[in-house]
């Protein structure tokens, strides 16, 4: 299922003074692919997506989507290209209702530079927001100010805005976390079922083992700034290394 | 060159007493995150406070050099008695909201204060000019100084001598500088914030009251005091680097040569030059000269 | 939404009610509506940025911009035509505020309000050391005319009310407007997640310029109006202490509704005129007493007051 390359990350390197949270990152990512990133905590998997996403500046390497050169662009920029991410800790508009977030989102997407002067509330927008929000199944809460729903709502509502756009590459900082754990299937469920549709490639960090098992095609496992292993999951998941530093020793 | 003598005789002079406010001011902020505009107001109250008892004092007849004594008694109490009022009856009940919310309600405060010392007070000028004349003057040079000035440049430097050793060599300034870098840490470790915001509070309206107090008989205490003050202390502070001492003392001596500048060379340039100051370190070191940037929790 | 129309409805009644009541109103409450509108139309901008979370402590320099220009139109360029002067006093204050708007959507909180404050300081001392303008009397501003004639004083006074009562409207209709488009929107958002907005593909510096420079306007047209009322120019306009009024007003209108700001310093003119006559002495303490009130207790202004008891009758 290779496609063309969507995302060629070269000799990315990162450094906090003497502390290597990149280590000379070599990854290709191609159209449609849904790939896993796992690692212990502080390996680097979330300074790998804020480096792609622009929110810091590597101090060496390249960072190329779709043939364009990344690195250097501010957030926005990257955005507005089509490289979108959702976050660990929802970032969403907390005093505005659900419905309002999206709606930014989308207003936002809607052309490049000018978002301006047209209508917030206009029908059509209202519509395809109520409409995606019933896709990620939280239609429920939609005049609820953000603030006050329930940690896994935002979560959703975090992850509807990051798709608001039409998003070539998606990056979902562990989507599954503050989820309960009978629920995190469905969650994954609805996200994956609403992304599939829309032909983008997902990359998401995850620490739950069994969704990376269940929705992650291909796994990248980091470990102290650098990537272990890359490869389809079973292979990657069943390496001792990873076995050793990420996973922990498991069930054969 | 016996204008620039006298510039930077004046210019030292104005300094002295712009730090011993300026740092009290930017104790509370680095501390507290609350630029308190009512500061003008501790200024105007310690100045009045100590015209009238100094006054008071020299009626009856008492010996000359105890008035020294009153001017720190009255700052002093009117530190203690205004900021116990302050904080506890107004600051603690915006702990946690906006600063630009906070700096509206000390701006609230300061209006208040205003018009209770004019009720006070009334509208004449309280002249305290007695102790100024008590020390005698140096010559230096071509310049003939009165040694009051001379003991408020010493005071200047007592003040941010001991704050500044009191802050980085003491436990009780080291809790202090924690709280300063990261409130809810310090909370975390153990020590008691709000104890620590009263007392720094205090410390700086004593301070406040004490550029009052010592300038007092220097200056005709009058209405608007305290207006003008602030404008100047807010400048320092700011030029300096919120929160931090050091800058305070940067500050003060900028802005001291300045006006001592602008008032020997182009009088009417007094604000223009100071505001100019003011903003061009704004865009530059938005935190300062010294001042450093508070680092964004994410 | 049945606000917005509401929110139309409302002006257009008010504006009928105000410009009828030109015709009756003594004097001095002529007087004293036109200066409350056009306090009000600089408080409107303070609205906006208020949303978004920042304060400008010194937007008397876009007021003193407008007012200065008018004085200077009038004095070396002898326009007297109000509808121009008000025209000329927008541009001016426009054409500033795009040009320090570059600088000022870099500063948040606190420093906004310093950069500000520090701008218009800048601007007080220029005049007050400008002889030609002055200096700290300032100067008087020839009398305005409306399409060449000038007429009596009594009706050129009745005219000026009018254009105000027209641009108070006109401009709470406009901002109303743009409050209700996503770039309007964009200030709550900002104020909430400043981070959301970058990663959503908009640049936050600049709804904050757009904010400004709004802002500008707003000032100098109502800078431009104080300035043909009062007769009289002077760099007071510019200090900080005009600024702080500006601001109180908008803390005690509330952000609620394009109309709050214009209640709110309507309201201020009533309690100013009336504290200056009977209690001058303690007007700064009532100030202060109030300020202090509605940020204790009434955090949303007295249009979540009056919201409030709508919602219960």
């Not at chain 1, 309002?100 to 206009?122: F, T």
């Not at chain 1, 599939?196 to 269940?214: L, P």
């Not at chain 2, 018009?115 to 005698?136: H, N």
């Not at chain 3, 036109?34 to 940025?49: E, N, Y």
Request: proline share 3%.
């Amino acid at each position: 299922m290779t496609g063309s390359p969507v995302l060629e990350v070269r000799r990315l390197t990162k450094l906090f003074d003497q502390v290597v949270a990149a280590r000379d990152i070599d990854v290709t990512i191609a159209t449609e692919e849904v790939v896993s990133i796992i690692g212990a905590n502080g390996a680097g998997k979330t300074t790998f997506v804020n480096l792609v996403t622009g929110y810091t500046h590597p101090s060496g390497g390249s960072i190329r989507f779709r043939g364009q050169e990344l690195v250097g662009l501010p957030p926005r920029e990257i955005t507005r290209l089509g490289v979108c991410r959702s976050f660990q800790m929802p970032q969403v508009f907390s005093t505005m209702s659900v419905l309002e977030n999206l709606m930014i989102a989308h207003g936002l997407s809607d052309r490049g530079r000018g978002a301006g002067l047209s209508a917030l509330a206009s029908r059509d927008r209202v519509e395809a927001c109520a409409e995606l929000l019933s896709v990620y199944r939280i239609e429920a809460y939609r005049d609820r100010p953000a603030a006050l729903v329930p940690q896994g709502v935002r979560k959703l509502l975090d992850i509807a805005m990051a798709t608001a756009r039409e998003a070539t590459l998606l990056f979902l900082d562990e989507p599954t976390s503050g989820i309960a754990t009978e629920e995190k299937f469905a969650v994954m469920d609805i996200v994956m079922a609403a992304l599939a549709e829309r032909k983008a490639t997902v990359v998401f960090i995850e620490h739950d083992i069994d969704i990376v098992e269940r929705y992650g095609r291909r796994v990248l496992a980091f470990h102290e700034g650098g990537i272990l292993a890359d490869g389809p999951a079973a292979d990657v998941l069943g390496d001792a290394r990873v076995r050793e530093h990420v996973t922990g020793r498991r069930r054969a | 060159m016996a204008t620039l003598a006298f510039i930077v005789a004046d210019g030292v002079i104005y300094a002295s007493w712009l730090l011993i406010v300026a740092v009290g001011m930017t104790l509370v902020y680095g501390v507290m995150r609350i630029l308190n505009v009512a500061h003008g107001s501790l200024y105007a109250l310690g100045a009045y406070t100590a015209a009238t008892m100094v006054g008071a004092w020299f009626q009856r007849g008492y010996a000359p050099l105890g008035s020294f004594a009153l001017l720190l008694v009255a700052a002093l109490v009117v530190g203690l008695v205004m900021g116990l009022i302050l904080e506890l009856g107004l600051l603690r009940f915006l702990h946690g909201r906006d600063e630009v919310v906070v700096v509206l309600a000390t701006y609230a405060t300061f209006l208040i204060l205003e018009d209770v010392i004019q009720l006070i007070w009334g509208v004449e000028a309280r002249p305290a000019p007695q102790p100024y004349s008590l020390l005698g003057t140096t010559t230096v040079g071509p310049l003939l100084l009165n040694n009051y000035d001379l003991a408020l440049i010493a005071l200047a430097l007592l003040v941010g001598g001991v704050g500044w050793w009191a802050l980085t060599r003491t436990i009780a300034g080291k809790l202090l500088l924690a709280v300063i870098f990261d409130r809810e840490m310090a909370e975390a470790c153990g020590i008691n914030v709000r104890r620590v915001f009263l007392v720094t509070f205090l410390i700086g309206s004593v301070l406040g009251a004490l550029g009052g107090a010592s300038t007092a008989p220097m200056i005709s205490v009058s209405r608007g005091l305290g207006v003008d003050v602030i404008v100047l202390a807010f400048a320092v502070v700011v030029i300096g680097g919120l929160g931090s001492i050091p800058g305070a003392l940067l500050g003060a001596a900028v802005i001291g040569l300045s006006r001592a500048a602008a008032v020997h060379l182009l009088p009417q340039a007094e604000v223009f030059a100071i505001y100019l100051i003011m903003t061009l370190v704004l865009i530059v070191r938005p935190y300062g000269l010294l001042g450093h940037e508070r680092l964004r929790k994410v | 939404m049945p606000a917005r129309d509401r929110t139309g409805a409302a002006l257009a009644g008010a504006f009928v009610v105000f410009v009828a009541a030109g015709f009756f109103l003594p004097s001095w409450a002529v007087s004293l509506v036109i200066l409350s509108l056009a306090r009000g139309i600089v408080a409107l901008g303070l609205v906006v940025q208020f949303r978004s979370g920042l304060v400008s402590f010194g937007q008397a320099l876009f007021f003193a911009i407008g007012g200065y220009a008018v004085g200077l139109a009038g004095l070396k360029l002898r326009l007297t035509d109000m509808i121009v002067l008000t025209v000329i006093g927008v541009a001016a204050a426009t054409l500033l505020g795009a040009g320090l708007g570059f600088l000022m959507r870099r500063y948040r909180e606190i420093f906004f309000a310093m950069l500000s404050l520090g701008f218009s300081m800048l601007f007080y001392g220029l005049l007050v050391k400008t002889e030609t303008l002055g200096s700290t009397d300032g100067f008087n501003v020839p009398a305005p005319t409306i399409f060449g004639a000038r007429l009596s004083a009594l009706a050129t006074r009745t005219l000026l009310y009018d254009l105000t009562v027209a641009a108070a409207a006109g401009a709470a209709l406009a901002v109303h407007w743009y409050l209700g488009t996503i770039l309007g929107r964009l200030d709550t958002a900002l104020r909430d997640n400043e981070v959301r907005v970058e990663y959503l593909g908009y640049a936050p510096g600049r709804v904050i310029h757009v904010q400004y420079v709004l802002g500008a306007a707003l000032a100098g047209g109502a800078g431009a109006l104080t300035a043909m009322a009062v007769g009289h120019i002077d760099p007071s306009m510019a200090y900080w202490t005009t600024s702080g009024e500006l601001v109180f007003v908008t803390i005690l209108s509330g952000t609620g509704s394009v109309l709050a700001p214009f209640l709110g310093s309507l309201v201020f003119g009533l309690l100013q005129t009336y504290a200056l006559q009977y209690a001058p002495s303690v007007w700064q303490m009532i100030l202060g007493v109030a300020l202090l009130a509605i940020i204790l207790h009434l955090p949303g202004g007295l249009w979540s007051a009056l919201e409030r008891n709508r919602a219960r009758a």
